[in-house]
């Protein structure tokens, strides 16, 4: 087996919370803009009819996700040859606090709904090219022994501060949110995001290549990544498989988090206030079963773990599709139920590969994972949409409030990698590799 990216040493505890703090940062975009606020705020009455508005958004999110898998491994692979890591990340991180403030520029006219949807969409372009840095970088701060434990507290940290961040909200803005409150919100956001990951950029240092630094283009770089995916395949064959299953159940859980403010405020009746209020709890919910998880990720393997996680969620999504007319109590139980499993499937994803990546290559193979989640990511939006129009034509016309069958498309999607993860090896657990940090 190839050496491992991971440290053979355990890293000081500043730079594993200072690591973990990033997700803390850029946690407003997922929580507040993706899920809870921003979302819900574009698909309301203000911007147009709300299944229309939803449809949209859907079509809008699957074309997003063609940027990240044509752009993901590319520029993963240049900062491993550069070793510039930590400089692009912060780039990257500073431009998605500047997209998140931008939204308050979109105000509550249906003519605003195409700004909305494109800062949304890009907003997500440059949290995903992000996340291959940030990812990349838990082998300066983990060992085989504990990146269960580490990623568990970068997810579960995230989750914290959606908890803190909607909780400021809710006391500076109040619980009543009016259009001007979501706008402001989102300066609170980019604010945020710019503070809180002072601290990554702070601990962790870009590290000189192993190798001199090739200028290869953007032709060269395709040619360098085919020829890195042909060597994982003669020698690293699991981690492909994993890359492959791993695509289907996280785009499932994205459908969780992009379409489950929607489903709340437009099947179940939750008011704006409501919705956050949900996040808040929500929030707690998946920061603290993440976090837990993380235990037993690295006492049970992430196997186990996703396997745990998804067979659950595709119970549960399925509750929330029978019992759609039951009332705001059946969402509250439902949807936080939910919430123990999703952070939990995330967070060992991310440690299944991470115990896998051959050294030198973490930013590549990040890269691909992020790549091929997207190259499926229309599956749950488009489906999600499809959903709602089969719905239409099942109950009898457009009148017919259909918005709670798109959930069925996102289960079909969970169950999808429920059964092809299945089919992936467990990676090497408690192996102390030889590579410095």
Known sequence: MPESALASS????????????????????ASVITTFVFSVYLVSSAFGDKDTLTQQLAWATAAGGVFIALLAPVLGQGSDRRGRRMFHLRRQTWLLAVVSAAMYFVAPEPGYFWLGAVLLVGGNVVAEIANVNYYAAIDQVSTSRNVGRVSGLGW??????????????????????????????????????????IPIFLALKDRKPSAPVESLGVIGSYRRLFESIAGLWRTSRNTLYFLLASALFRDGLAGVFTFGGVLAA????????????????????????????????????????????????????????????????AFWVLGLAMCLFVGPAQSASRSFLA?????????????????????????????????IGLGALVLGGSEAQTQHWGILGVV??????????????????????????
Request: with cysteine; hydrophobic share 55%.
């Open 10 to 29: 355990a890293a000081p505890t500043r730079k594993v919370l200072a690591w973990a703090m990033w997700d803390w940062g850029t946690q407003p975009f």
């Open 412 to 437: 079909l999607v969970l169950l999808a990698g429920l059964v092809v993860i299945t089919f992936v090896k467990e990676p090497p657990r408690h192996v102390e590799t030889a590579v410095t940090s």
């Open 156 to 197: 579960g940290l995230g989750y914290l501060g959606g908890i803190t961040i909607l909780l400021l909200i809710i006391v500076v803005l109040g619980s009543d949110f009016s259009a001007e409150d979501v706008r402001f919100a989102m300066l609170m956001c980019g604010a945020w995001t710019v503070l809180f990951t």
């Open 355 to 387: 115990r896998m990546i051959p050294a030198g290559m973490s930013g590549e193979i990040f890269g691909l994972y992020a790549t091929t989640g997207r190259a499926v990511s229309f599956l749950s939006p488009l489906l999600f949409g499809l959903g």
């Open 266 to 329: 437009g099947t179940f009746g939750f008011e704006f206030s409501e919705v956050v209020i949900f996040g808040v709890a929500a929030n707690v919910v998946a920061g603290l079963s993440t976090m837990a998880f993380g235990l037993l990720d690295d006492k049970l393997g992430p196997k186990t773990v996703i396997l745990i996680s998804l067979a659950s969620l595709v119970l549960l999504g399925t509750g929330v599709f029978v019992f759609h007319d039951s009332g705001k109590s």
